[in-house]
Structures are given as structure tokens and as C-alpha cells.
């Protein structure tokens, strides 16, 4: 349950600061820096990898514990 809540936290937070400044830009004056551009890639891409890695490590986890289960 913790580990769930630290997960959504976290995506929300990664995601959240990009999402601002996109819109505030878009508001403001419509031009976004090279490094924002990055940061912004980076953010999404970083929340992607920790999604995708929150589905396949507790797969991995429960498939050694029933087979540790089956055969022991």
C-alpha cells in the first residue's frame, strides 16, 4: 500500500513540473528552450520507465514465490 502511494507520488510529481511549465509557456509566449525541451523528454520518459518497471518487477517477484511454492 505505501509502495503504491510512494509510486502515484512520484509519477505525479515527475510529471507535474512539465506539464506546468507546457502550459505556462503556451500561455505566456509559446517558445520553449533547448534544455527545457530535455528536461521535459526526460521527466516523461523517466515516469514511462518507472510505469513499465512497476508492472514487470512485482510479475517477477510472484512468479519466484509460486515457483518457490511449487517446488519446495
Sequence with gaps: MIYSAVFIG????LQAGPVYTILFTHFKDGHLSGITLFWIG???TTSIIICIMMVIFPLRFGEKRLLQKLFY
Design 10 to 13: 512520484g509519477i505525479l510529481v
Design 42 to 44: 526526460f521527466s516523461f
